[in-house]
């Protein structure tokens, strides 16, 4: 009686469902059907027809003239053609296959192997992890966030420099600079991941070494205010300061300036050596990018630039070398320009501009895909990945409530660091992880700056 009523009261409810199709199962096909009712599914309308009106006469008519060839072609006409059908009304049978008259050729279906798709790669929007910044110092033409080659993140917070060691998730203080010449005004890891310099305000560069915490020497006399932008090459370090001026500094030697490129009339915010080491680009409050060239370079020229390039209408501090295009370089303008350029550094030939709507203040390529991250200001706050060259919008990576002044990218490329005015430290897993990465990563590989809390 209750199964009965729960039955009933379940059908009802699935009645009332609107525009449902609705199914009674039927245990076999025989089931609610009847004998004496044709299946109008399992019938041939146009054959029937035919049957009923021209297939009798041509019968009567042809049945004198038959021979034996004509019958036996008149069969095999009707078994190719389907007409052999001994009822005009189908109760069970459904009617039969078409025969395909023409056989399909799949030789050349053969010869045309389905093309690999590469499966779209997931772009997390999110950061990972955000990390407390107190006391950075929210200015466009500083620098200071750096990822050094031992995965080691330097960043600097108002004096202080701290280090976070990315295998262990430890975090140490570096070096607090005193107020007569601090604050910090830029970072910059040697190749080697264990030296780092740090720029001054009061025009000083300091040499430290990460592993024994121990200061080697200061740089002096280069500069006659502050270092806002430094760049390594093998033991050459480049320092760009407020007063326009680009030093080559030889850490080995006593007298440590070897090269002093001038041009530049206001303060150096962009410094980057090409990843052969040949050529300087540098980017300036006035608008201006410049393309050094090693090989012409010399201590008693004036004007020893190899281009000047004066398309951006605003200060240029982003500056990146493209990874897998020779002579590639993308620049970013400031808050009145907005733009992302690609420069070719060989003819000093601006090959494409995009207006990105927004202050540029950061530039990463993706080293394992063709992929360039910007990191912008006002309104958005936003990081956008694009495809180059192309150009087109991939991801936007919002969460910053300020300007994202700072950028740094891991050893492995995968993991970028963000640092704003907004005082914090996101890390986006943006450019994923590559497949070489995920054949040779452990199956528990420790997350970096697992164990950091808060920076300090």
Same mark, same amino acid.
């Given at each position: ?27 076999? *096909? ?6 004496? @009712? =044709? ?27 038959? *021979? =034996?060839?004509? $019958? ?15 009822? &005009? ?24 192997? =389905? ?7 997931? @772009?997390?929007?999110?950061? $990972? ?6 006391? @950075? %110092? ?8 750096? !990822? ?6 330097? &960043?600097?917070?108002?004096?202080? %420099? ?20 601090? =604050? ?11 030296? %780092? ?5 009061? *025009? ?5 070494? *990460? ?20 760049? !390594?090459?093998?033991? @050459? ?6 007063? #326009? ?7 080995? &030697? ?36 410049? &393309? ?12 020893? !630039? ?25 620049? #970013?303008?400031? #808050? #009145? ?85 907004? $005082?914090?430290?996101?890390? !986006? ?17 420790? $997350? ?9």
């Amino acid at each position: 009686m209750d199964a009965g009523m729960n039955t009933s009261t379940h059908l009802k409810a699935q009645a009332r469902c609107p525009l449902q199709e609705h199914f009674l199962p039927r245990k076999s *096909s025989k089931e609610n059907l009847d004998r004496f @009712i =044709p299946n109008r599914s399992a019938m041939d309308f146009d054959y029937a027809h035919y049957a009923l009106t021209e297939g009798r006469n041509g019968k009567d008519q042809t049945a004198a003239v038959s *021979s =034996p060839s004509r $019958e036996a072609y008149r069969k095999q006409l009707a078994e190719t053609m389907n007409l052999n059908h001994t009822r &005009i009304l189908a109760f069970r049978n459904k009617p039969q296959a078409p025969v395909e008259l023409l056989p399909t050729d799949h030789s050349a279906s053969l010869h045309q192997q =389905p093309k690999s798709v590469k499966p779209r790669r997931n @772009i997390p929007q999110t950061s $990972e992890r955000t990390l407390d910044a107190p006391d @950075i %110092v929210d200015d466009f033409y500083l620098n200071l966030l750096d !990822w050094g080659s031992a995965n080691v993140l330097a &960043i600097a917070l108002g004096h202080t %420099v701290y280090l976070w060691d990315a295998s262990s998730g430890s975090t140490s203080e570096l070096v607090t600079i005193d107020e007569e010449k601090g =604050p910090v005004t830029s970072i910059n890891w040697a190749p080697d991941g264990r030296h %780092v310099a740090v720029g001054l305000n009061n *025009s000083e560069v300091q040499l430290w070494d *990460s592993a024994s915490n121990r200061q080697l020497r200061t740089l002096k006399g280069g500069h006659q205010s502050r270092v806002g932008s430094m760049a !390594w090459n093998n033991h @050459i370090l480049t320092t760009g300061g407020m007063d #326009g001026q680009i030093v080559n500094n030889d850490v080995r &030697i006593r007298s440590h300036v070897v090269e002093t490129y001038r041009g530049h009339t206001q303060e150096v915010c962009g410094l980057k050596w090409s990843g052969s080491g040949q050529q300087l680009a540098s980017g300036g409050n006035d608008n201006v990018v410049h &393309i050094w060239d090693r090989s012409v370079a010399s201590s008693n020229s004036t004007t020893q !630039w190899l281009h000047r390039l004066e398309e951006h209408t605003s200060a240029v501090k982003a500056l990146a070398w493209c990874p897998f295009q020779a002579n590639l370089l993308a620049t #970013g303008g400031g #808050g #009145g320009d907005r733009t992302i350029k690609f420069w070719n550094t060989h003819t000093g030939a601006c090959l494409n501009s995009v207006d990105t709507g927004s202050q540029v203040c950061s530039l990463l390529w993706n080293k394992n895909e063709r992929e360039l991250l910007s990191s912008h200001g006002f309104t958005q706050n936003q990081l956008t990945l694009w495809k180059y060259p192309s150009m087109v919008k991939m991801a936007e990576l919002t969460g910053h409530t300020s300007r994202v002044l700072y950028m740094a990218q891991s050893p492995d490329g995968c993991t970028v660091a963000s640092a704003a005015g907004d $005082e914090t430290l996101r890390f !986006w897993n943006v450019f994923g992880v590559p497949e070489t990465a995920k054949k040779a990563a452990p199956k528990a590989a420790h $997350e970096p700056f697992s164990h950091v809390n808060r920076i300090r």
